[in-house]
């Protein structure tokens, strides 16, 4: 027993030594920060149950090694970052400049609130996304402790709301799980315990609500914020269910998140819509991408995916406006997207639009629909490419067709006057008007001359009152459905479309939504007598299950053969002609829609448009190339017109824009030809 003492006091002395003369564990680089939780003296590894390595459609052996941060920018990412681009390259100490003036106007405002508009807590979802994003940034770049306290501040306010507005607006929920995931990893060592855990109970919550096979832009969205948040609780505790989550969404990503990309790249819900979605998409392919060495084979899904970044280069006019088809604003803004492609392609065309914007640096410090996102420009972006941006497209128009099929979703025509100096502009919109998110508006256009926006498209207008107004029908796209009417500007009334209305109808007819507008984008001569190139052909397929009818064109029961041809002169004059076959009595509309800041006067035989320098153009029908029944039609005279000019303007959130055009009333039988352009006088 005595033997055994001496034993016991000898390793107890062994031990005491070793320990005694342990070396001090090394604090990593970065500020320096209390451990939230002693009871775990690694924050990097979270305690709890232990768990293997699960299997699936990634090596979840390197999701083990990554300790966070781990989404987006690693601290290896971010030390490099410090000592190369933030300290040399002016595009990105730009970008740091703005995320860091931006973090210390947070501090002054107020708390986040839970409150709906208009049904959807997007507002505050949004808020909150950059509020917690440009935070953790800020604090992971500067160390300051306020960033931390406010972050964390936001993070708990978040998590205590049960409701995410999913039943409302599942976008909601997909902003919330961004934020609440980047928060989480980026501060995740010098978060509170208590705010760990209330972020790690809601990512579990909400993200896997989140998996959807949907094709159309929520896919994107909601899946890239279930694959982050995957990704970001990847922890022992949480390792199999988290895989399964981001194997789950990635796998539904890929089944219809690239639809809306059609098959050349031509997003058929607009521009913005795209910027949202792809953003997302980015940001997902990225994380994956430095975590596991590949996306799972995202980028390689859709070859349209990656035509889109060349498709959004023609989106942007030479006025500096968006073609805003869809759910789209006007004025062309910072699009992150256009980094990622750069980076990905390894060329730089794809920022000649983004060269611009930051040339006008305000554009990136004010508001834009991204802006939230835009911590993420540095996973995005190749800081070198600034320096290399061409200063225009090579081509000088994108073309996209059906695909040779009438329910192809979207087709379209964007083109650059190819004059030097001439500076002109105009788009083509083609597709369907069921499509998400679409408004009728088939064969709609925008044209730009000499850098001027003269023919517009209303865009998004409020979308979220129209949402609420329309409830559970805001997506019924039925020709008689409530969408066109709860949003008037949705409608083809609202568009710069031909109208047609029988005679005798007591209400406004609506274009038939099953109809699809070909394109079919030649290059060669109008078939209408004028010379010139870069000629486009729009007509209106119907869908119709008699094969040998397939294409017959018609907008409703009152015409067939609705076709219109768009034309550049030299000097970038458009032309749009448009011919039809009357199959009933009807009143036709030739209407285009001009923006706010042209004066607008209906000058009886055609419209004047007074542009802000106080020069003026023509909306003018030209009447040597107006025929009926094949012979020269009488447009606005004393005479026996058969058409005449008028100008509706917009009233309420829409005044100071108008509609106008030509309208005339057509007899059964009748074949109309026209021809409008845009001439000084």
Known sequence: MKNLKIYALAMLAAFTMFACNEPEPVEPEGPEVENPNPENPNPDTPSGPQEGTPTGAFDYAKLDAAAH???????????????????????????????????????????????????RLTTVAEKAFERIFFLSYGYRTTGKAEYLAQAEKDILAVCGWTDWNKENYVIDVAELTTAVALGYDWLYASLGEGTREAALNALKTHAKTLVTEAENSNNAICNAAAGLAAMAIYDNGTKVEAAKLLDDAVAANKKGGFAPYGHAGAYLEGYDLWAHATTYEAMLITALEAIFGNDGGLYATSEAFVKSGEWALFMVGTSNNVFNYGNAQEKAEPKLANWFFARKEKDAKYLHVEKALYNNAVSYKERFSEYRMLPAIFALMDPSQATKIPTAPALHY?????????????????????????????????????????????????????????????????EAAYAEVAGSDYHNYAANSPRWSAAWAYSNLAHSVSNFQEVGATTPVTADTDGITLLNTTWQDSPWGENGKNYTRWELGSVNSNNADMYVSRIDDTTRGVERDFQFSADGILSVWEKFDVLKDCTYRWQCVIPKEIVVQNMNTNVKL????????????????????????????????????????????????????????????????????????
């Open 69 to 119: 941060p781990r989404l987006l920018i690693n601290d290896a990412a971010l030390a490099s970052l410090k000592s190369g681009a933030l300290s040399s390259n002016a595009v990105a100490k730009f970008f740091n400049t703005t995320i860091s003036t931006r973090c210390d106007e947070i501090l002054t405002e107020g708390d986040l609130a839970n409150e709906l508009v208009n049904k």
């Open 398 to 462: 994108w073309y996209c067709d059906n695909n040779g099929e009438v329910n192809d979703g979207m087709a379209m025509v964007a083109v650059f006057s190819t004059k030097e100096g001439v500076n002109s502009y105009y788009a083509v919109k083609g597709g369907k008007s069921n499509g998400y998110n679409a408004h009728q508006d088939n064969g709609s256009f925008v044209y730009d001359y000499k850098g001027v926006r003269l023919v517009t498209d209303l865009g998004a207008v409020s």
């Open 610 to 681: 007074t542009l802000p320098d106080g020069t003026s153009r023509r909306v003018k029908l030209t009447t040597k190339n107006c025929y009926l029944n094949g012979d020269q039609m009488v447009v606005n005279t004393n005479t026996d017109p058969k058409m005449w000019a008028f100008v509706e303007p917009l009233t309420g959130e829409l005044e100071g824009y108008h509609v106008v055009g030509f309208y005339g009333n057509f007899e059964a039988g009748d074949e109309v030809k026209l021809h409008v352009s845009f001439p000084e006088k």
